[in-house]
């Protein structure tokens, strides 16, 4: 059963190499000539006005924790969807209710405002 | 030993190359189908000078890429940098590995041919009817569809730190966007995945194609809303327009690839097709039967069977790589609080309401 996964592994080595020799062999080809204008940030042509790593909205940090809190479900979802012929009736219910919770908490997220982006 | 080695070594190893091979050409080649196709909704030509109708086009722009100078900004993070390109583009191939073009057995004739020169009689039979190694797949393991999820997800990282990496404002917000735009998007793919999974009780990607054999109709006829849920999201998750907002070049310049140049430009470029290509071979084999043909169990349609299984998936691939690239032509971008508002306030609702009511329908039919 393990064996597998050994084309996976292949396939990533594989997959490793094309930019490495892309790389590589481009290096031998193509200029390499750096001046100080060449080599700063874009901006639309003005010179950088500090750093670029500053702060940003704390939506995206919303959207991160309700990801993380959705996609777990998700992947909670998925063992329970391949045996669900062996579950019916119980894991039907069962499921209602997990999901359940799971609506009651987007309603409260919705109404809180963190869908909205304006 | 030697055999094992064969089964699970060299023939794969076989079919990865040329996997590789045919994926690099197909996304050279859809650079010049979008914009041939682009040109022609818009009334123009496209690419005309390069070969007859700028056929040798994505030759000249893969050269042209490879001898361009590669430049590194100053201040970016230089590690990072080199690095986000291939965590981005090694996913959207890897993902390949589990993707099934042709059905199980498919090329026990050529194995034979193949491998007859070298090995005795005994040997190449017993590889040639080996299910690991005639399939039309390079692997066939039991978490298949997790597999896919998980690993073309890595991508997102790949654009993080590109645009993180390269210390400029335009990749950096490019990134911000996108990152969150894919996850919001991700949830809502995922939901509209387990519609299927109820159906076919399998995460195998062969085992769902089998299924739909065996059911004798392609599951888009079971789950339809899932497959249009399916196929939105995953243009949201290629950052394709509409929701290419990512890069939207009218405000953010290039997004997160805006400081690249050169071969690592031609990175990403390259792992967004891939992607493309990614998600339309996995909706074809999710919802519009992999390799089998078009309805299954009508019996005076069976000379479409003339066509073989391997073309049907890449026909219909093919297909759905046409209508990326037709709705690329026709609909404009959205705004950002659009694209958030539907993906969180549409989609997820429409896609958990999808796997109850099929829940309840695959209990009642039970």
């Known amino acids: ?53 500053g702060r940003f909205s704390v939506r995206f940090y919303i959207i991160a924790i309700l990801f993380v809190i959705f996609d777990v479900e998700t992947i909670f979802l998925f063992p329970w969807a391949v045996i669900y ?34 | 030993m030697a055999e094992w080695i064969i089964v699970y070594g060299i023939i794969p190893f076989a079919k990865i190359a040329v996997i590789v091979l045919v994926l690099s050409g197909a ?7 979008e914009r041939k196709v682009i040109a022609h909704i818009q009334v123009r030509l496209g690419p005309m000078r390069v070969g007859w109708h700028g056929l040798l086009q994505p030759i000249a722009d893969g050269l042209k890429f490879i001898l361009k100078e590669d430049i590194v900004p100053a201040r970016a993070d230089k590690l ?56 039309g797949f390079v692997t066939d393991i039991n978490i298949a569809l997790l597999f896919v999820l998980s690993i073309s997800s890595v991508g997102i990282l ?33 939901f509209s995945v387990i519609g299927v999974l109820l159906v076919t009780q399998s995460l195998s990607l062969v085992q769902i194609v089998e299924n739909q054999r ?65 998600v339309s071979a996995v909706a074809v084999t999710l919802f519009l039967g992999g390799w089998l043909r078009p309805f299954p169990n009508v019996e005076w349609l069976s000379f479409l069977d003339l066509i073989p299984p391997l073309l049907w998936f890449v026909i219909k691939v093919f297909l759905l790589l046409y209508v ?21 306030k549409l989609f997820l609702p429409l896609a958990l309401a999808n796997v109850i009511v099929t829940a309840g329908v695959v209990l009642a039919l039970m």
């Not at chain 2, 996304?27 to 189908?33: E, G, I, K, N, R």
Request: proline share 6%.
């Open chain 1, 85 to 118: 012929d062996k579950l019916a009736l119980f894991g039907f219910i069962e499921m209602v209710i997990f999901l359940g919770i799971l609506i009651v908490g987007y309603f409260y997220v919705w109404k809180k405002g963190a869908l909205e982006w304006a």
């Open chain 2, 27 to 33: 996304v050279a080649y859809m650079t010049l189908l």
């Open chain 2, 214 to 278: 065996e059911a004798e109709v392609w599951y888009i006829f079971y789950q339809p809303l899932a497959f249009i849920l399916f196929f939105i999201c995953g243009m949201a998750e290629t950052n394709r327009l509409p929701f290419d907002l990512p890069e939207a070049e009218t405000e953010l310049v290039g997004g997160f690839h805006t400081e690249y140049s050169g071969f690592r430009f031609s990175l990403f470029f390259i792992a967004e097709y891939a992607a493309m290509v990614t």
């Open chain 2, 80 to 135: 990072l940098f080199t690095l986000a390109p291939a965590i981005s583009l090694v996913p959207a191939f890897v993902v390949f590995a589990v993707i099934p073009f042709g059905p199980p057995g498919m090329m026990e004739d050529l194995l034979r041919w193949v491998l007859s020169p070298f090995l005795d009689a005994a040997a190449v039979e017993s590889i040639a009817t080996h299910s690991a190694a005639s399939g």
């Open chain 2, 324 to 344: 990326f690239i037709w709705i690329r032509g026709t609909l404009p971008r959205y705004r950002f609080d659009q694209l958030m508002g539907y993906g969180w």
């Open chain 2, 158 to 190: 790949g654009i993080i730190l590109g645009g993180w990496a390269s210390n400029s404002k335009y990749p950096l917000l490019g990134a911000l966007r996108s990152s969150a735009q894919m996850i919001s998007y991700e949830v809502a793919l995922g």
């Open chain 1, 1 to 53: 059963m393990l064996g597998s996964y050994i084309p996976i592994l292949i396939f990533i080595l594989v997959a490793i190499t094309l930019p490495v020799v892309g790389l590589l062999v481009g290096r031998l080809l193509r200029p390499h000539l750096p001046t100080a204008d060449k080599l700063m940030p874009y901006e639309c042509g003005v010179d950088p006005v500090d750093d670029a790593r």
